[in-house]
């Protein structure tokens, strides 16, 4: 790397700055190979999520058991992730994202072979126990995409680098509304019914299992040279200045990022409610169409990953985080209530086009929390403020899921569709009160005006490898 010695007469530069402002910053070309692997074994347990719940009654019937049975198969994966949290982030910290991935993708795998032994109607426990399985896995993947953004790719790249580490968890749940009633066709007889189940659990043990192989060979801890300023930053600081507790009451001290955490949680939430019980909400208005309901909730899915691509581009080209999270807050609203109030009409076509909009705009607002968190919560590690985020979509997840279901059975899917646009009315309101307090792109900022302000100096004051290239993004 070069070397760039501290210029006389400057001793309130910290040495942490010091350090990151000469570091040799560079782009590894693994860094694509790392973010497309992760977002493969994500789609993949994204994939195990769904996939009960986008064929809901085919299982009821298989199992033999309630349609509320079914959906906790999907909210097991909420409800695991709000205990383990804390420990798995404090474990990125010690010691990495390798360690992390290799986790994730082998529990993804494990729990997928675990499912193939629940293929007889009485052994409704062992998938319960496969699905936990693959619900411990997603804690270790959920909190990853900022942090792989920010450990690999440069300032001008960070946001698309997120966007594309959720994209693969946003394709595996549209990946698990298509296929599942594909490959599952609602057949009385039992015996049949176990074997296109069986099909369905072969093919996802085995993807995953060449994931979590993958994984073992090409990823890797962090690149060889840091991809940013500010993470030039992060790694010259001693390990012993980093305190994990201290880190999350730090967070909890931030104003706005628990206003972000809350309304996070609150579009999240809906959006995890919606996914859970869509099934249920299209065989109700349009019965037999179980096909049309995975299809469905793959426009949802589809359209907002293209949503969030955008997003991403967007925010890396303009920086403008507060207005373009609250724009597409407000858009997810629009969306909800204009699909509550076409659901029923009986053209499934405006269910499409509705669904398809309502989708581009809450599914794309997925990785701009994300990093709308990592710019507020700078210097602090993006696993424990995207893990924050995290347990609050679970918290609300858990209780929209539930609540909405006991409304649409009482009172019937407008409803419980119309509680979910009550809180994205609060979580609207309350994203306007977020300040935008840009931390990570001020870093960036500094550091590139202390290298330049360094490289300005007469020449006797500094080395003689140039510093600006070292700056060059």
């Not at 946001?159 to 946003?170: D, E, K, Y």
């Not at 996914?275 to 019965?287: A, Q």
């Not at 403020?385 to 609300?396: E, H, K, M, R, T």
């Not at 840009?438 to 360094?454: F, G, H, K």
Request: proline share 4%; glycine share 8%; hydrophobic share 50%.
């Amino acid at each position: 790397g070069m070397v760039q010695q501290e210029p006389a007469g400057a001793p309130g530069l910290a040495a942490g700055e010091a350090a990151a402002g000469t570091a040799e910053v560079r782009l590894s070309g693994r860094r694509w190979a790392v973010v497309l692997l992760f977002s493969s074994y994500s789609l993949c347990n994204a994939f195990q999520w769904i996939q009960y719940s986008s064929i809901n009654n085919i299982f009821m019937h298989f199992y033999g058991v309630s349609a509320f049975a079914i959906d906790w198969l999907s909210m097991s994966y909420m409800l695991t992730y709000i205990p383990l949290l804390f420990p798995v982030a404090w474990l990125l910290d010690k010691r990495g994202l390798r360690l992390i991935a290799l986790v994730g993708s082998a529990l993804n795998a494990l729990g997928a072979w675990v499912k193939l032994g629940s293929l007889k109607p009485h052994l409704f426990p062992i998938t319960v126990l496969g699905q936990v399985i693959c619900s411990l896995a997603q804690v270790f993947i959920l909190g990853m995409p900022s942090r792989i953004a920010s450990v690999w790719f440069g300032s001008h790249e960070v946001s698309t680098a997120c966007s594309i580490a959720v994209f693969g968890n946003q394709l595996g749940i549209a990946v698990g509304f298509l296929v599942p009633p594909v490959l599952v066709p609602n057949v009385d007889d039992v015996e049949k019914l176990a074997y296109h189940i069986s099909i369905m659990f072969f093919m996802t043990a085995g993807v995953a299992t060449a994931l979590f192989i993958l994984v073992v060979i090409v990823f890797k801890q962090k690149p060889l040279y840091p991809p940013s300023r500010a993470q030039a930053l992060i790694q010259s600081r001693p390990t012993e200045e980093y305190s994990y507790v201290q880190s999350i009451l730090r967070l909890l001290r931030n104003t706005n990022f628990l206003l972000l955490m809350v309304t996070y949680g609150l579009n999240t939430g809906c959006f995890y409610a919606l996914s859970t019980l869509l099934n249920r909400m299209v065989i109700h208005h349009y019965p037999g169409e179980e096909v049309n309901a995975g299809r469905i909730g793959l426009t949802i899915i589809l359209s907002g990953m293209v949503g969030a691509l955008i997003s991403g581009i967007w925010l890396d080209r303009t920086k403008t985080y507060k207005q373009t999270t609250l724009v597409v807050y407000i858009m997810s609203l629009v969306g909800m209530i204009v699909y509550t109030f076409t659901l029923s009409l009986g053209h499934l076509w405006v269910v499409f086009v509705t669904a398809g909009v309502l989708g581009f705009f809450m599914t794309g607002y997925l990785p701009l929390g994300f990093e709308f968190a990592a710019e507020l919560t700078y210097p602090e590690s993006e696993g424990t403020s995207s893990g924050l985020l995290n347990v609050s979509a679970q918290i609300f997840g858990i209780a929209f899921t539930i609540g909405q279901g006991q409304i649409m059975d009482r009172f019937g899917t407008k409803a419980g569709n119309l509680l979910l646009c009550s809180f994205l009315f609060l979580g609207t309101v309350m994203t306007a009160f977020i300040k935008a307090d840009l931390r990570r792109q001020q870093a960036n900022l500094d550091n590139e005006q202390t290298v330049i302000r360094s490289g300005e100096r007469p020449e006797g004051q500094r080395s003689s490898s140039a510093p600006t290239s070292c700056s060059a993004q």
